[in-house]
């Protein structure tokens, strides 16, 4: 009765985060009812992204057969600077602050129990390497770029532990009343940051 | 520095429902980090949808090819009683109802304003050719499924003024308390129309 190209979209799409099967029938119908040239656009534009791969220095996307991603292989950037951040949307939000002119490291996505996973954990031994063989064993400034959170500084103690003989510098963001917020509403721990980085 | 896959992607998946440029950009990064296979399949059953067209008895959706719908062409289904459905949706779960054996007429979004519009009185005027062309100028029943709303309420009620010389009997859903229900927490209307239909 339901045409099986609708069944499988959504079989298929229902997998997919922030979808149910729900949203997935939904979606179907939507696209039904739009221009044909459209949703082939659509279904080019996803598959397009076959196209990349992840970049082995930092973990970042890159061109598929380059060999490293944009932001490695870009001269102009300062690669004895790296910020350690949790994810690639994390990076996107970096680059937009328009002000950090050094390299990432993609960590991955911090466990929920407070200790780093096994991709986690190779994913720093990389950048230990990327230190000793690019930068002669010391990087200038490490910014752990992690969420304020208990997990994020459970797991910032941990690289600061592991990377204290191989960085001048190791940093992490400062914390305090995002712009914007009230001090009546600001919870203890926030005000207390702020408090402290008064200046 | 963000590869031109990406940017495309956000572009075409950020207009559609359900999505932002966030919610695009995630979705992105996730199917990055899925096996290449997987997102041709995707990308396929997305582009599949273009197969497809609308039943133009219906309006349902059709293989593209055939000249009708599933339904509209069942020969165990019995023509002379149709629901009326505001979208496909709507169809799919009366037809998990396991109960309707009859035709549909897809009718299209009721408009905010209560009145129909152009594409919706269109329809109209086709389910009236129909039951002139096909049942000889009578429905057995025409069942108003719309949803038990002002606006579902007004516009049953045209409906019903435009059909009474074309069907046997009009009927709209019941209405009471859902399955579930408290008396406690129905609202007045609903529990008023679950006194009247007491039984």
Known sequence: MIPDEIKKFIDY????PLFGPRQATRLAFYLLSLDKNEVKNLSSALGNLA??????????????GQRICGIC???????????????????????????????????GRLAERGTLGHSERQRLEKLKERI?????GTADEIVIALAATAIGDFTADLIREEFKNLSKKIT????????????????????????EKRS
């Open 51 to 64: 196209n990349l791969d992840i970049c082995e220095r930092c973990f970042f996307v890159k061109v598929g």
């Open 172 to 195: 992490r963001l400062g914390r305090g009343l995002p712009t914007g917020g009230e001090v009546e509403f600001a919870d203890e721990t926030t005000l207390l940051h702020s408090f």
């Open 132 to 136: 000793k063989n690019e930068l002669g």
């Open 13 to 16: 799409f229902s997998r997919l």
């Open 73 to 107: 292989s870009d001269p102009a950037r300062n690669m004895k600077n790296i910020a350690i951040v949790e994810k690639e949307t994390d990076l996107l939000t970096f680059e937009k602050m328009n002000k950090w002119n050094g390299h990432y490291l993609i960590l």
